[in-house]
């Protein structure tokens, strides 16, 4: 079955701080997919990455960055200098074919204190 | 841009009532979700549809049903409801029907339903 772990509930940074989103998965399949949303306060989940298991190189999109480890079936997100637009709660989801929609995680809440 | 949009922000209704929450999608896509909020419960899949008058059950399908009747347009129904109920609930929606575990997923603004 699938499953999304994601373990820090809520983190507390201060600006300029680097913070680290874990987030741990499970699957049976070799295909699959992994995916980052970010839900700030207003509500609606912001799609932030896609990654197939095949590409397994990390990504970085200005602060943001993503480290895939398939030997440790991670598919961590890194901020770099955290702002306090950066406050949000932020999901970790995997699409695998066991079922026709995504598996999310519980989500991390981050706080970016000025 | 994708645009999914959801009937009301907040609603408060009674214990017992019948409620109906809309969903639109402007993107002709094939893929259309509800999903239910908690604290520490990150999103559960309620009910999916890959197609008008098609629906699949999710992970927490007990006391709800869904409506597809337009490719646009997903219900969802709470027959009767309860205390527990009380969520916010999440539409998206998704391009293709053989892509859904693939495909990203858009969101809309979310509907924070109170049930008293």
């Known amino acids: 079955a699938q499953k999304v772990t994601q373990a820090q509930t809520e983190i507390s940074v201060v600006e300029k701080e680097d913070v680290t989103l874990d987030c741990v998965y499970e699957t049976r399949d070799t295909t699959y997919y992994l995916f980052w949303y970010k839900q700030p306060p207003s509500g609606e989940l912001v799609f932030l990455i896609r990654?197939?298991?095949?590409?397994?190189q990390n990504e970085i999109s200005g602060r943001y960055s993503w480290n895939f480890q398939k030997s440790t079936s991670s598919f961590n997100f890194t901020i770099t200098a955290s702002q306090v637009v950066d406050s949000a709660v932020y999901f970790c989801a995997l699409g695998d074919t066991g079922r026709r929609a995504l598996t999310f995680g519980s989500g991390t809440r981050l706080q970016v204190q000025p | 841009d994708v645009k999914v949009t959801q009937s009301s922000r907040y609603l408060v209704k009674r214990t017992g009532e019948k409620v109906f929450l809309e969903c639109v999608q402007d993107m002709d896509h094939e893929n259309m979700f509800w999903y239910r909020q908690d604290p520490g419960l990150g999103l559960r899949l309620i009910y999916f549809s890959y197609d008008v008058k098609m629906k699949e059950k999710g992970d927490i399908p007990e006391g709800y049903s869904v409506s597809r009747e337009k490719k646009e347009r997903f219900s969802l129904i709470l027959e009767s409801a309860s205390t527990n109920q009380t969520s916010m609930y999440l539409c998206a929606s998704s391009p293709h029907r053989r892509s859904a575990y693939t495909d990203t997923q858009y969101f809309g603004p979310g509907t924070r339903l109170t049930v008293l």
């Open positions: 990654r197939n298991s095949f590409d397994e």
